[in-house]
């Protein structure tokens, strides 16, 4: 069964720095890989998919990912934080038809 | 289009009452899920509807069950509520089974369980 870890709960960067939000996965086979973002009071949006087309995916508002099958990794980076990118963010798998999200990271951002 | 819309928003229950949340679907989506969001976790899945039946099911007991009608919105019933029911209840939607398309969420019913 697949299975996803986020490795930090807690990210906090200075405005205009880099993000990493650090995800590994466990998997027999292939998997399907995203990013989800939860903002207060919103419901989840979905930042960015990996499904096997390219190992370099690039998402809403600036963000990508890079999927490492030698690492099982699949880490989430920005150039520069803005403000408005703080939130939870959850690394998430999907397995038969059902998405498994990670425990998630929540990315503080300072001015 | 208002895209995935829940209700109620928030909701405060005795242990071992019942409670029904509701779900409508995105405009155009046939596909619900349900998942539980406990405080400080990763959203849990719950089940899926599709086509008014349950095709998934995660590791929840029977207390929580569902329905999906005609017009594809869904409802969440779960019974003999306990104080760890307490939690953000999302669904979400999308078209068909594939995961090609994307899973439209809700901004949940928090529910309060004392």
């Known amino acids: 069964a697949q299975s996803v870890t986020q490795l930090d709960s807690h990210v906090s960067v200075s405005e205009g720095t880099p993000v990493l939000l650090r995800c590994n996965y466990s998997s027999s086979y292939s998997p399907s890989l995203f990013w989800y973002v939860q903002h207060p009071n919103k419901g989840l949006q979905l930042l960015l998919k990996y499904t096997s087309a390219a190992t370099l995916v690039k998402g809403i508002n600036g963000f990508e990912a890079e999927f490492k099958k030698s690492e099982t990794s699949f880490h989430l980076t920005k150039p520069s934080a803005h403000m408005s990118d703080a939130a939870e963010y959850f690394c998430v798998a999907y397995n038969t038809d059902k998405l498994i999200f990670g425990t998630g990271t929540r990315l503080q951002v300072f001015p | 289009d208002a895209g995935v819309t829940q209700s109620p928003t928030h909701l405060i229950k005795t242990r071992g009452q019942q409670v029904t949340l509701r779900c409508s679907p995105k405009?155009?989506?046939?596909?619900v899920s349900w998942y539980q969001q406990a405080l400080g976790q990763g959203p849990q899945f719950i089940f899926q509807y599709y086509e008014e039946e349950e095709r998934q099911r995660g590791n929840f007991p029977d207390r929580f069950s569902g329905h999906q009608f005609p017009n594809y919105s869904s409802e969440l019933n779960v019974n003999a509520l306990l104080l760890g029911d307490s939690a953000l209840y999302l669904c979400?939607?999308?078209?068909?089974?594939?995961?090609?398309?994307?899973?439209?969420f809700g901004q949940g019913t928090r529910l309060t369980v004392v």
């Open positions: 405009s155009g989506h046939d596909t």
């Open positions: 979400a939607s999308r078209t068909g089974w594939t995961l090609n398309t994307e899973a439209f």
